[in-house]
Nanobody
Framework: QVQLVESGGGLVQVGGSLRLSCAAS????????MAWFRQAPGKEREFVCAINWNGRYTEYADSVKGRFTISRDNAQNSVYLQMNSLKPEDTAVYYC?????????????????????WGQGTQVTVSS
């Protein structure tokens, strides 16, 4: 079992920045893909970004490219999401997830169904 706990969400103005953290416990996640998803009210959960096991390959949704950066610290069993130039449409609950099967990001990792464990989420609200 893997437990994931997100933190760092909050209320921020348009153009501001936030850094989300996700701490894993129970089992190591250092050998596996980690990702961030988000879900806005009334919408389906959507892929934000993913990172491979050693942090050398990342994938981003078009909507966040150039503004968001995913990173990981395997010594801390953690993954991070730096969000800059935030927009009102970034408002959502943000979830981290891990796929305990793959170490490299593939095309499948944009689908929430490909992940084994999820955190409880952290709310990000961008006010205009």
């Amino acid at each position: 079992q893997v437990q994931l706990v997100e933190s760092g969400g909050g209320l921020v103005q348009v153009g501001g920045s936030l850094r989300l953290s996700c701490a894993a416990s129970g089992r190591t996640v250092e050998n596996y893909v980690m990702a961030w998803f988000r879900q806005a009210p009334g919408k389906e959960r959507e892929f934000v970004c993913a990172i491979n096991w050693n942090g050398r390959y990342t994938e981003y949704a078009d909507s966040v490219k150039g503004r968001f950066t995913i990173s990981r610290d395997n010594a801390q069993n953690s993954v991070y999401l730096q969000m800059n130039s935030l927009k009102p449409e970034d408002t959502a609950v943000y979830y981290c997830a891990t796929d305990q099967t793959y170490s490299s990001v593939t095309y499948k990792h944009v689908w929430a169904s490909d992940y084994d464990y999820w955190g409880q989420g952290t709310q990000v609200t961008v006010s205009s």
